[in-house]
């Protein structure tokens, strides 16, 4: 079992800047990957970023060259960087782990956080 919590969640202005951490604590070899997913309302669960053992990292379109995933393997800590935020990147964000490496999808991740909500306002 992996427990995952995710906090730095708030409201911003367009162009603001938001830090998201994912602490992870548990089995760790149930973390093969992880990654960091948003959903608006009304719109299905999406891919934001993905961060490999090897840091080798996997960026959505829309996060590419705004968002930065990293993680601190000895605190157990995922973070999400997030700057120039747009309305349309607001939503919940979650922290998600998978036993298996794959791609960065949510079907492929079995642990998820509760979630920290993010509100980009223009």
């Known amino acids: 079992q992996v427990q995952l919590v995710e906090s730095g969640g708030g409201s911003v202005q367009a162009g603001g800047s938001l830090r998201l951490s994912c602490a992870a604590s548990?089995?760790?070899?149930?973390?093969?990957?992880m990654g960091w997913f948003r959903q608006a309302p009304g719109k299905e669960r999406e891919e934001v970023a993905c961060i490999y053992a090897d840091d080798n990292a996997y960026y959505a379109d829309p996060a590419k060259g705004r968002f930065t995933i990293s993680q601190d393997n000895a605190k157990n800590t995922v973070y999400l960087q997030m700057n120039n935020l747009k309305p349309e990147d607001t939503g919940i964000y979650y922290c998600?782990?998978?036993?298996?490496?794959?791609?960065?999808?949510?079907?492929?991740?079995?642990?998820w956080g509760q979630g920290t909500q993010v509100t980009v306002s223009s």
């Open positions: 998600a782990s998978a036993r298996m490496v794959g791609a960065c999808t949510p079907k492929n991740f079995g642990y």
């Open positions: 548990g089995n760790i070899y149930s973390r093969a990957y």
